[in-house]
């Protein structure tokens, strides 16, 4: 049974503190246990979503194969629209400025694309391995194994349109998606169901915008009315608290974790039954891998490695493409307006299995919306195990190790990979790009390089991050028509921004 605690703790403090056990005492676990709080307010980063949305959503009267524009919200334009879509000939880019996400707090976010495949198809597959062919390789001798990651937009600095209908952005993020999408194998990972997920947490080197704990100092921690609720970090006034100050809000929500497991998947389709019936809106964060060691974005196989997934009722089916391990964070994020009613801000209940205490938006309704749940003690929020950037060096296969203190935690890696100055003939030009990770290994080994210089993973332990990346290696090796054997230049990250992130085992 979990334990709850609001108010002062040993220390003085003011906050709020969940345990997992109720053998551990709330108010006088050392904060530096991480493992075994649930939540708990004094942590300096509370990991929030500032966005999930669904990409594509817009019908497009008239004919798809001249190129059309359309900007959102209604009545704006290629100056200060948030949301944009240029469209025709069957494929279709979508714009979105940072002013599209109104709670975010940085200019480059950690940020995911969930692709699903064509066809109507219900089945995220941007994770899976698969030989690239560009159609230049004589017989197929050439090309590279890239996880659909690789085929996901970036977000941009400094971008220009290649018309002018797309405007320019200080920042933001794009899509490519194929509007006639019926079969899968013309637009691998373009298909037009995405989802995209935008962390209040940066995705470049500019440092987390959170304000640590203070000593106590007898300010106004809580706030609750009819509106709104809110919570300080110790010692600021939540009356003039800024976002970085605060733990969280009604409207800024603590990351819920619904379901967490590392579990075997056999080849083919299987399931894991979470007991939960699962919302639209949900995101799941899954490493594929095999043997012991545990690799994001996927292991750095040849070719088909790794699963589908999609949501059915309470379920996760996978479809792997050969055994492996499936170690994954399911998150919920509703950002639908409030409900109407009075429950009060507390609500505690049996669920049929345990005890459980819920913070609530003001005034909910009975029963309360996804929405409505700030807290519910069976979904632990998000830890921050490990943060930072670093440079990528020049060489093959150059290893970053990053040490964390993982005791008693359930560890997952994110991060992001920052590009230089490019260009591209159909959607324009940018000063940097931040882009998903992903593995691309090419098919013939060039001068002992297996990996293309694009090429990055990283194999988490219980208290490392060893990333391998391999800046300075070729984009591609083939031979040609006439039967000579030709290299390609690489588009390397030059930098690396990584989250470790944790809840307790």
């Given at each position: 049974?979990?334990?709850?605690?609001?108010?002062p703790?040993?220390?003085?403090?003011?906050?709020?503190?969940?345990?997992?056990?109720?053998?551990?005492?709330?108010?006088?676990?050392?904060?530096?246990?991480?493992?075994?709080?649930?939540?708990?307010?004094?942590?300096?980063?509370?990991?929030?979503v500032?966005?999930?949305?669904?990409?594509?959503?817009?019908?497009?009267?008239?004919?798809?194969?001249?190129?059309?524009y359309?900007?959102?919200?209604?009545?704006?334009?290629?100056?200060?629209?948030?949301?944009?879509?240029?469209?025709?000939?069957?494929?279709?880019?979508?714009?979105?400025?940072?002013?599209?996400?109104?709670?975010?707090?940085?200019?480059?976010?950690?940020?995911?694309?969930?692709?699903?495949?064509?066809?109507?198809s219900?089945?995220?597959?941007?994770?899976m391995?698969?030989?690239?062919?560009?159609?230049?390789?004589y017989?197929g001798?050439?090309?590279?194994?890239?996880?659909?990651?690789?085929?996901q937009?970036?977000?941009?600095?400094?971008?220009?349109?290649?018309?002018?209908?797309y405007?320019?952005?200080?920042?933001?993020?794009?899509?490519?998606?194929?509007?006639?999408?019926?079969?899968?194998?013309?637009?691998?990972?373009?298909?037009?169901?995405?989802?995209?997920?935008?962390?209040?947490?940066?995705?470049?080197?500019?440092?987390?915008?959170?304000?640590?704990?203070?000593?106590?100092?007898?300010?106004?921690?809580?706030?609750?009315?009819?509106?709104?609720?809110?919570?300080?970090k110790?010692?600021?006034?939540?009356?003039?608290?800024?976002?970085?100050?605060?733990?969280?809000?009604?409207s800024?929500?603590?990351?819920?974790?619904?379901?967490?497991?590392?579990?075997a998947l056999?080849?083919?389709?299987?399931?894991?039954?979470?007991?939960?019936?699962?919302?639209?809106?949900?995101?799941?964060d899954?490493?594929?891998?095999s043997?012991?060691?545990?690799?994001?974005?996927?292991?750095p196989?040849?070719?088909?490695?790794?699963?589908?997934?999609?949501?059915?009722g309470?379920?996760?089916?996978?479809?792997?493409?050969?055994?492996?391990?499936?170690?994954?964070?399911?998150?919920?994020?509703?950002?639908?307006?409030?409900?109407?009613?009075?429950?009060?801000?507390?609500?505690?209940?049996?669920?049929?299995?345990?005890?459980?205490?819920q913070?609530?938006?003001?005034?909910?309704?009975?029963?309360?919306?996804?929405?409505d749940?700030?807290?519910?003690?069976?979904?632990?929020?998000?830890?921050?195990?490990a943060e930072?950037?670093?440079?990528?060096?020049?060489?093959?296969?150059?290893?970053?190790?990053?040490?964390?203190?993982?005791?008693?935690?359930?560890?997952?890696?994110?991060?992001?990979?920052?590009?230089?100055?490019?260009?591209?003939?159909?959607?324009?030009?940018?000063?940097?790009?931040?882009?998903?990770?992903?593995?691309?290994?090419?098919?013939?080994?060039y001068?002992?390089?297996?990996?293309?210089?694009?090429?990055?993973?990283?194999?988490?332990?219980?208290?490392?991050?060893?990333?391998?990346?391999?800046?300075?290696n070729?984009?591609?090796?083939?031979?040609d028509?006439?039967?000579?054997?030709?290299?390609?230049?690489?588009?390397?990250?030059?930098?690396?921004?990584?989250?470790?992130?944790?809840?307790?085992?």
């Amino acid at each position: 049974m979990v334990r709850t605690m609001i108010g002062p703790d040993s220390t003085g403090a003011g906050c709020i503190k969940i345990t997992k056990n109720n053998a551990d005492n709330p108010r006088t676990t050392p904060d530096s246990q991480r493992s075994k709080f649930l939540y708990n307010s004094k942590f300096t980063i509370q990991a929030s979503v500032a966005d999930m949305e669904k990409c594509n959503q817009v019908s497009r009267p008239g004919s798809l194969d001249s190129a059309q524009y359309y900007y959102h919200p209604s009545g704006s334009n290629s100056s200060n629209y948030q949301k944009a879509e240029g469209s025709g000939g069957g494929s279709s880019t979508w714009l979105y400025r940072n002013s599209a996400f109104p709670t975010l707090r940085y200019n480059v976010p950690l940020f995911d694309w969930k692709q699903k495949k064509g066809g109507g198809s219900n089945r995220y597959n941007q994770m899976m391995v698969h030989w690239k062919d560009s159609g230049k390789y004589y017989q197929g001798r050439g090309g590279y194994y890239e996880v659909g990651n690789a085929r996901q937009g970036g977000w941009l600095k400094d971008y220009d349109g290649v018309v002018s209908q797309y405007g320019s952005m200080a920042y933001g993020t794009y899509a490519d998606i194929t509007v006639n999408d019926d079969i899968d194998a013309f637009n691998k990972f373009q298909s037009r169901d995405k989802r995209l997920v935008v962390w209040n947490l940066p995705g470049d080197s500019t440092a987390v915008d959170e304000a640590p704990a203070l000593a106590p100092n007898g300010k106004k921690t809580f706030k609750i009315n009819p509106s709104f609720m809110k919570i300080a970090k110790p010692g600021y006034d939540v009356e003039t608290a800024t976002a970085a100050q605060l733990a969280f809000d009604s409207s800024r929500i603590p990351v819920k974790v619904i379901k967490a497991a590392d579990i075997a998947l056999p080849s083919g389709v299987s399931y894991y039954e979470t007991g939960i019936t699962l919302p639209d809106m949900v995101a799941l964060d899954v490493h594929f891998y095999s043997g012991s060691t545990i690799m994001y974005p996927t292991n750095p196989a040849d070719l088909d490695f790794g699963a589908e997934y999609w949501f059915d009722g309470s379920r996760i089916y996978f479809d792997a493409s050969q055994s492996m391990r499936a170690r994954f964070m399911l998150y919920l994020e509703d950002n639908s307006a409030p409900t109407s009613g009075s429950y009060k801000v507390w609500r505690q209940f049996n669920d049929g299995t345990q005890d459980v205490v819920q913070f609530l938006r003001p005034g909910a309704a009975n029963p309360p919306s996804w929405a409505d749940i700030i807290i519910d003690t069976r979904w632990p929020a998000v830890q921050i195990l490990a943060e930072g950037y670093f440079t990528v060096n020049s060489g093959n296969d150059v290893i970053t190790d990053v040490p964390f203190d993982g005791a008693g935690m359930f560890p997952m890696v994110k991060y992001i990979t920052t590009h230089g100055a490019g260009s591209r003939s159909n959607l324009g030009s940018w000063a940097n790009i931040y882009k998903l990770p992903f593995i691309k290994r090419l098919k013939y080994t060039y001068s002992g390089q297996s990996h293309a210089g694009e090429s990055s993973y990283c194999e988490l332990t219980a208290n490392n991050a060893r990333f391998h990346t391999f800046r300075g290696n070729v984009g591609d090796y083939y031979q040609d028509d006439s039967l000579d054997w030709q290299t390609d230049g690489a588009y390397p990250p030059v930098g690396i921004r990584y989250f470790i992130f944790g809840i307790p085992a």
